[in-house]
């Protein structure tokens, strides 16, 4: 689990084909390194991935076909910059929400604003995700944990305070950029909860025909 508190910005030095897969190297000189493990997660631009091996300054890890399919990784480069944090520990200061690393859809900025000293951004999501995102609610867009400022149909807004572009990739978007979304996955559960429960409700036996017979329509 993560919070989407951003630790550092990585590079991606190398994306190495495996067939139908490929390995990305990520090296930063900002993350502490000391205490990762071979098997760890890293959060990278917001996709949970396994630490198949690392140095001082890098780590190494594979992406399946899935993981391609649903995220931004096939739009990257040799070059680009990635948000990285290291999975939670119990004692971390839980400073964004709950966020799995799985991500939920790509997104694309669509629009790019500056007001005053912060940058407000619209971000255009897949349709399916409308449900999942609430105006003042948590969202988290490449590994970051943001506030959804605003919503319109298929959109919703964010406002950039200039400590966060100052810490993470975000300062760099540009319109027609693609993003991996994850929403809140208090609400992915809330609609389980909800579903289970209208399907364990017994279907009901009034229909318009009764209502008819018996003199109610």
């Known amino acids: 689990m993560f919070t989407g508190i951003v630790e550092a910005v990585g590079t991606l030095t190398a994306i190495t084909p495996k067939g139908e897969d490929i390995s990305v190297t990520v090296s930063s000189n900002k993350l502490d390194m000391s205490d990762v493990k071979l098997g760890d997660s890293i959060a990278t631009n917001g996709v949970c991935l396994t630490v198949v091996a690392f140095n001082d300054h890098s780590y190494t890890a594979d992406l399946s076909l899935e993981t391609l399919n649903k995220t931004g990784f096939t739009h990257y480069q ?111 559960y809330m609609e389980r909860l909800l579903t289970s429960q209208q399907a364990a409700q017994p279907e009901s036996r009034i229909t318009m025909e009764f209502l008819q017979q018996n003199g109610f329509a």
Do not use: C
């Not at 709950?98 to 790019?112: F, Q, Y």
């Open 78 to 188: 040799a070059g680009d910059k990635v948000n990285l944090e290291k999975a939670m520990l119990p004692t971390t200061r839980f400073g964004g929400h709950i966020v799995s690393g799985h991500v939920d859809g790509v997104g694309e900025i669509v629009e790019r604003n500056q007001v005053g000293r912060s940058i407000e951004f619209w971000v255009a999501m897949p349709e399916e995700l409308n449900k999942y995102v609430a105006e003042k609610g948590s969202i988290t867009v490449d590994g970051i944990s943001l506030t959804v400022n605003a919503l319109r149909k298929n959109a919703f807004k964010l406002t950039i305070v200039p400590h966060t572009g100052e810490e993470t990739t975000i300062a760099d978007f540009h319109v027609g950029r693609k993003v991996n979304l994850e929403v809140d996955v208090l609400a992915r």
